[in-house]
C-alpha cells in the first residue's frame, strides 16, 4: 500500500482555533492513517516536505456546471444550441481536470444545461480512471416547469426545434416521472428550478406550483435523493422550505423571515456570489474590485442575512459562466462579505461535507478519506492564498504536486 508523510509548517482543519504547527500527516492507501506531531510518527512511508505550506482538506463547491463554459467567450443560448453533446463532454472532461489542479476534490455538479445526462458518464469516467476530476455528486438534466426556462421560446421563431437547457415538467405525474427517469440515469441529487426570469415583464416569478414542488421532493426522498432547489424569488424560496428542499441555491431576493425558516428547517444556503460579479462583469459593465452593481448587492445582502439568521452556508460558486479553476473566488467572496477565512475555510470543507452528508470528507482526522491540499503562506489568516495551491492529493493519490 502506498503511504505518503506530508510534512506542511501548518496543518489546518475544522474545530481547531489555529492551524497546529509541526504536525505531519500520515495517509496510507486512500486514508489519513494519523494526524500527529511530525516526530511521533515512525513509518516507512515517502517523505513529502511542504516547506511555508498549509495543509488543509480538499476543497468542494457545491454549485458548480462543468459542462458550461464562460459566456464572455460563448452566450449560454450558443452552448446549448449549437455545441454538440460531445463537444461539451470534452470540454467538461478538461474543465474537471482544470478544477481537480485548482484544489476542488468535490464538485456537486448541478445540472448539465441540456447536455443530457453526460455528468453521469464523466463521473463514470472519472471514477474508473479513465480522466482526472474531482469526486462528482451529479444532477443530469435538472427540472424545470414547462416554458420556463431557456432557450426562451419567444425569442426564437416558433417553429423552430428548441433544445431546451434541462427537462420540462408539469403536474404532479411529469414531475413525478421526471424525478424518476433522472435518477434512473445516475442523478445523486435532484435540481430543480423554482423560479426563472419569465414574468410578463421578464421579472423573475415562481414557475412551479407548492404541489408540484411537494411531487419532486417526495419522490426523490422515496429514493434516497436529496434536493437542491435554484431559486432567488422570495415566494418561490418560501415554496422550497414548505416543500422541504435541502438545500436552496441563489435566494437573492430572500427575506430575513425566510432565511430564520431555513435556518429553523435546517436548510443549507448556497450564495453564488462569484457568478453575480462574473455577470456582472459580462453584461452591466462592471469592473472587477469596483463597485457593486444592485444584483451584487443583493447577493451581498442575501449573504449577510442569512449568516445573521444562522443558516448553514456552504461553497457554491455557480462556476461555469466564470472559468474553471477559479472556484476559490467563492472564498475569496466569502471573506470580503464578512467571514473571518477561518469560516470560508469551513464552508467549503466541513460544512459542505456536512451539507452532502459525508461523514468520511472536509477534516483532516485520522481515518478520514485522503483529499488534501497544501496552499502557499497561512491560509486561515490570509485567504487569497487559497489561489496558490502547491500539492494537491485525492483518495490518497498525488495529483500535483509532491516532489520529494
Ligand atoms: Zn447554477
Request: proline share 4%; glycine share 10%.
Amino acid at each position: 500500500m502506498t503511504a505518503f508523510l506530508l510534512k506542511p509548517s501548518r496543518v489546518w482543519t475544522s474545530g481547531f482555533d489555529a492551524p497546529r504547527e509541526g504536525v505531519a500527516v500520515l495517509v496510507r492507501g486512500n486514508k489519513i492513517a494519523a494526524v500527529d506531531r511530525a516526530n511521533a510518527i515512525k513509518d516507512d512511508a515517502r517523505v513529502v516536505d511542504l516547506p511555508g505550506a498549509t495543509l488543509i482538506p480538499g476543497l468542494m463547491d457545491l454549485h458548480s456546471h462543468l459542462f458550461l463554459h464562460p459566456y464572455n467567450l460563448t452566450a449560454w443560448d450558443d452552448q446549448v444550441l449549437k455545441e454538440s453533446e460531445a463537444l461539451r463532454t470534452v470540454r467538461a472532461v478538461r474543465h474537471a481536470k482544470d478544477t481537480l489542479d485548482a484544489g476542488f476534490t468535490l464538485l456537486r455538479d448541478l445540472g448539465t444545461e441540456g447536455a443530457g445526462f453526460a455528468d453521469a458518464s464523466l463521473k463514470r469516467a472519472i471514477d474508473s480512471g479513465i480522466v482526472r476530476g474531482p469526486r462528482l455528486i451529479v444532477t443530469t438534466r435538472a427540472i424545470v416547469a414547462t416554458g420556463s426556462y431557456a432557450p426562451q421560446r419567444k425569442n426564437y421563431r416558433p417553429d423552430c426545434c428548441l433544445h431546451q437547457g434541462a427537462e420540462e415538467a408539469s403536474g404532479i405525474d411529469e414531475c413525478v416521472r421526471a424525478v424518476r427517469h433522472q435518477a434512473a440515469h445516475g442523478a445523486d441529487w435532484i435540481k430543480l428550478y423554482a423560479d426563472y426570469r419569465v414574468g410578463a415583464n421578464g421579472e423573475t416569478v415562481p414557475t412551479f406550483s407548492l404541489d408540484e414542488l411537494k411531487a419532486i421532493v417526495g419522490t426523490a426522498r422515496d429514493l434516497g435523493r436529496p434536493v437542491a432547489a435554484h431559486s432567488m424569488n422570495d415566494e418561490a424560496m418560501r415554496r422550497c422550505i414548505e416543500a422541504g428542499v435541502d438545500t436552496i441555491e441563489h435566494g437573492y431576493s430572500g427575506t430575513r423571515e425566510t432565511f430564520k425558516r431555513m435556518a429553523e428547517k435546517n436548510i443549507a444556503f448556497l450564495p453564488t456570489l462569484t457568478v453575480t460579479e462574473a455577470i456582472s462583469e459580462y453584461f452591466l459593465g462592471h469592473t472587477r474590485g469596483g463597485p457593486p452593481t444592485s444584483r451584487m448587492e443583493e447577493a451581498a445582502n442575501a449573504f449577510r442575512l442569512a449568516r445573521e439568521e444562522g443558516v448553514a452556508i456552504g461553497c457554491g460558486s455557480d462556476v461555469g459562466p466564470f472559468p474553471h479553476g477559479e472556484s476559490y473566488r467563492e472564498l475569496e467572496w466569502m471573506v470580503k462579505l464578512g467571514m473571518s477565512p477561518r469560516e470560508a475555510l469551513e464552508a467549503a470543507t466541513s460544512v459542505s461535507a456536512k451539507i452532502i452528508r459525508r461523514d468520511d470528507l472536509g477534516h483532516i482526522r485520522e481515518g478520514y478519506l485522503a483529499d488534501l491540499v497544501a496552499v502557499e503562506g497561512d491560509t486561515s489568516r490570509n485567504i487569497s492564498t487559497i489561489a496558490k495551491v502547491r500539492l494537491v492529493m485525492k483518495d490518497g493519490v498525488v495529483i500535483r504536486g509532491g516532489e520529494t
